[in-house]
């Protein structure tokens, strides 16, 4: 099987859309002349030409606002954010028109639309380009939300992302665009709303998605030496939540940790604990841990990034405090 | 209804523990978060604050009585209520230590008369997880156990107890807080209930003969400390787990004694120790040695990434050692300086358990004793010990002649799994060259 980067995975998706369907445009600051900020559209402009890969100014609101009309006229637009930060100047074209037109207007009008593109903290890039979107934007009725981590979840979840008839959030990051993995040759899909282990395990359920993933596993390979199994869970999808698949894996190893990049005020991840709460009361050993960032603004300073930042270390200290691991 | 305060876990390795002093007293108004006792762990003694607020209705636990984390130490409630219904519904099955400290005339058991009311959600239980629902419509509506309301424990632990009939007061839990988490039920299932009895008397003293009388003590066991106990646990391992080996050398320390006295004038605010200078210098000569700064954990050989010193500090009924973290990036005054503090509160033993973990490297000085030099056990986790002697006179030959000089003795105790005689000593070899030349890791 081919070895791509998510970035490459992340073109070979949209290629491959465009291609089946001539509906599907691309559209973003820098996406064509210069082959995408983080080269994911690289060949696109060459491929399909000015009118489906289209450059924009820096002006947020107008071309999400733009892809959303392009939508309810029967296009498929891709919306390339440079980072989900910037898609906060484009937060009321998302929440207003995006989310809401298909109930406004009873149906009559669908917006298949997908926002891509970076999100949560990089590496150093200070605290209004840190930020993690999830929690907003799961939080909207009306919109799925994708967090990728994997070459292959990548492509097959952004081509369901395309092909499916509401608006779509689909996020990747900065830093995991160089990620490796197999992704076969032949086409395939990945439905949305399933989560993925990532790590088979039978003593602590270590629920994350996107960058927190690769955390959770070196934190689960850390944990070894503690004898503590753990099961990692990539969510993928954070809208609708896979709520199965954390029950189940909680119901076995009766202890959660949550491992994510964002605030610990509300949340994804306090959404998944209530819900296992609620559900899985009487399977809890404990309290179900969060790690995420701390609650500040991010630095800009590497070192008071780190200290913000989920780490596996943090991780395996959640988890020796679920298992009541005595050192 | 009165809450009983258990003997909290205070630090992560911490297995039982001591009331070292209370600092409240029956009658007294107790507020959440207020520190009603000081609690000797194995590490140090840590302040107990109070999770909830209400009167002290009764002090179970007497200073100086060694108890289970878990274990009752005390009722709060409200002003005139009898803490020892409380006591009785909570220790059904007969808790660890109960009341022994100061039950007057009523033995715990007496207290069982009001129990008439309580056990009864107890009794019940065989038949209640099906029936309660449809019947018993008029008795008080959820038929919830009450004595189990107030014990905290996982809703895991919660439906296996219920599962097996077991009463969560017969558990004792290891979680925080002393939270009964899914072992301890499964234990107690295991078990089959009950806890286990206590240990026989001591003896008496006698006379003996053998021609004439002599008089005979008893020998008597000592009441240990959580620290001696830990010192005990932990050189026992480290002398039958670690092969060591040990290496001395002589320090020609006459450079170091001229720089301290200038360090004396230079900084007057701050003492400088020969101490500090060793341990400055143990910090460099780690960074140049990666190889000392290693342990073995079990299968391989880790190298550590940060250097943290640990300095043993005598105490009166045992020793502790504080760290100084990042040692090898800290200059000489603010080393002098933490280390005084850290002696300073580990005397008060008022140091956190975060003070006293993590070190990398030990240093033991005994030269304050007036010790030429000796062999200090490994501390378990790390890879060697520094032994510092006393700085003497001795006759020394410079350039064939007799003179006095200055001289420390220093020996390295390693764990041979780590390092072998080479490395150890080419540590040594630049642990000397830097005090004898001392401005060398001033620069």
Redesign the interface.
Same mark, same amino acid.
């Given at each position: 099987m081919p070895i791509l980067q998510i970035r490459e995975a992340i073109r070979d998706a949209m290629d491959e859309e465009m291609a089946r369907d001539e509906r599907v445009f691309l559209m973003g600051e820098e996406v064509g002349y210069y082959n995408g900020a983080y080269k994911a559209s690289e060949g696109l402009l060459d491929k399909y030409g000015e009118k489906r890969v289209v450059d924009t100014p820096i002006a947020e609101a107008g071309f999400a606002g733009v892809g959303i009309g392009a939508a309810m006229a029967g296009l498929r637009p891709i919306i390339e954010f440079m980072t989900f930060n910037f898609s906060a100047v484009a937060f009321d074209q998302i929440l207003n028109n995006a989310a809401k037109m298909r109930q406004l207007t009873a149906g009559q009008f669908t917006v298949p639309i997908v926002f891509r593109g970076p999100n949560a903290a990089a590496h150093m890039l200070g605290s209004t380009h840190s930020q993690a979107f999830e929690s907003f934007y799961c939080g909207f009725p009306g919109v799925k939300v994708i967090s990728v981590a994997t070459p292959y979840d990548a492509k097959g979840l952004l081509k369901s992302a395309i092909r499916d008839e509401n608006p779509v959030l689909f996020f990747e990051s900065e830093v995991m665009y160089g990620v490796k993995g197999e992704v076969p040759e032949e086409e395939y899909l990945i439905p949305i709303g399933k989560a993925d282990i990532k790590r088979p395990g039978s003593d602590v359920t270590v629920i994350t998605w996107g960058q927190g993933v690769p955390v959770c596993l070196e934190a689960a390979r850390l944990a070894e030496a503690d004898g503590i199994d753990c099961e990692v869970i990539d969510l993928r999808t954070l809208r609708p939540l896979d709520d199965e698949a954390v029950f189940e894996s909680v119901r076995k190893t009766n202890r959660v940790v949550l491992c994510y990049h964002g605030w610990p005020y509300g949340g994804t991840g306090a959404e998944v604990a209530d819900r296992i709460a609620r559900v899985c009361f009487d399977h809890l050993d404990a309290p179900v841990e969060r790690v995420c960032y701390e609650d500040i603004n991010m630095a800009y300073a590497e070192n008071l990034e780190q200290l913000t930042l989920p780490t596996p270390e943090k991780a395996l200290e959640a988890i020796r405090a679920v298992s009541y691991h005595r050192s | 209804m009165a809450i009983i305060v258990e003997l909290p876990r205070l630090s992560? #390795?911490m297995e039982e523990g001591v009331i070292a002093k209370w600092h409240v007293a029956v009658g007294d108004k107790v507020k959440r978060g207020q520190m009603i006792a000081e609690v000797e762990t194995d590490k140090a003694t840590m302040e107990f604050e109070s999770f909830d607020s209400g009167v002290v209705l009764k002090l179970i636990a007497a200073e100086g009585e060694s108890m289970k984390i878990g274990t009752p130490i005390a009722v709060l409630g409200k002003a005139g209520e009898d803490p020892e219904a409380a006591i009785s519904s909570r220790s059904g099955g007969g808790g660890a230590a109960a009341p022994k400290a100061e039950a007057p005339a009523e033995p715990a058991p007496k207290a069982e008369a009001p129990k008439a009311e309580a056990p009864k959600a107890e009794a019940p239980k065989s038949e209640a997880p099906k029936a309660a629902p449809a019947a018993k419509a008029p008795a008080s509506a959820p038929a919830l156990p009450r004595e189990d309301e107030r014990i905290a424990a =996982? %809703?895991?632990? !919660? !439906?296996i107890a219920r599962e097996h009939g077991l009463a969560l007061a017969e558990v004792s839990g =290891?979680? %925080?807080h002393g939270r009964i988490?899914? #072992?301890d039920v499964e234990a107690a299932v295991a078990r089959g209930g009950a806890a286990s009895p206590a240990a026989p008397a001591a003896t008496a003293s006698v006379t003996t003969t053998g021609g004439r009388p002599y008089y005979s003590r008893p020998d008597e066991p000592q009441k240990l400390s959580q620290m001696r106990k830990a010192i005990a646990r932990r050189m026992a391992q480290a002398n039958t787990e670690i092969p060591h080996f040990y290496l001395t050398t002589t320090v020609d320390m006459r450079a170091a004694v001229a720089l301290r006295g200038e360090l004396k004038n230079a900084l007057p605010d701050t003492k400088v120790s020969f101490n500090d200078l060793v341990l400055l210098a143990t910090a460099k000569a780690l960074e140049t040695h990666p190889g000392v700064n290693a342990y073995w954990d079990g299968q391989t050989i880790v190298r550590r990434g940060d250097i943290h010193v640990g300095v043993a500090v005598a105490l009166d009924d045992g020793l502790i050692v504080p760290v100084v973290r990042f040692a090898n990036q800290k200059s000489l005054k603010t080393i002098a300086t933490e280390v005084r503090d850290l002696g300073t509160r580990a005397r008060d033993k008022k140091l956190t358990p975060e003070e006293m973990t993590g070190s990398t490297f030990t240093v033991s000085n005994l030269g304050m004793f007036g010790i030429s030099d000796f062999c200090a056990v490994v501390n378990p986790g790390e890879g060697a010990i520094l032994a510092v002697g006393a700085i003497t006179d001795e006759i020394i030959a410079v350039k064939g002649a007799p003179a006095v000089g200055q001289r420390m003795r220093i020996t390295l105790s390693c764990d041979h799994r780590v390092m072998d005689g080479a490395v150890g000593a080419a540590f040594l070899a630049t642990l000397r060259g830097l005090l004898e030349q001392p401005l060398s890791m001033l620069a």
């Open positions: - | 992560d #390795t =996982s %809703p895991l632990a !919660r !439906r =290891s979680g %925080p988490v899914k #072992t």
